[in-house]
């Protein structure tokens, strides 16, 4: 079992910046990839950014150049950094866990861009 506990969302302007955190608890020995995905009502979940143990990261094409995510093995959390936010950037991002068994996911945080 692995616990993914999310902080960080909040109300920002246009062109602010957030850093969402995930931490990892339980069998984290078992993850391979780490991510935030996000979904807004209405829509599917996306993915947003992951990072792959050994370091390989991707994004979704819409945030590159503006979020960055990165993971402390130390400390078993994945972090994701928004800047240059834009309102369309506005929704639920969800931390997900790759587990060797399944699937794991936070309880999202909300993230809203005012314009």
């Known amino acids: 079992q692995v616990q993914l506990v999310e902080s960080g969302g909040g109300l920002v302007q246009a062109g602010g910046s957030l850093r969402l955190s995930c931490a990892a608890s339980g069998s984290v020995f078992r993850i391979n990839t780490m991510g935030w995905y996000r979904q807004v009502p209405g829509k599917q979940r996306e993915l947003v950014a992951v990072a792959v143990s050994g370091g390989t990261t991707n994004y979704v094409d819409s945030v590159k150049g503006r979020f960055t995510i990165s993971r402390d093995y130390a400390k078993n959390t994945v972090y994701l950094q928004m800047n240059s936010l834009k309102p369309e950037d506005t929704a639920v991002y969800y931390c997900?866990?790759?587990?060797?068994?399944?699937?794991?996911w936070g309880q999202g945080t909300q993230v809203t861009v005012s314009s």
């Open positions: 997900n866990a790759k587990h060797v068994y399944r699937d794991y």
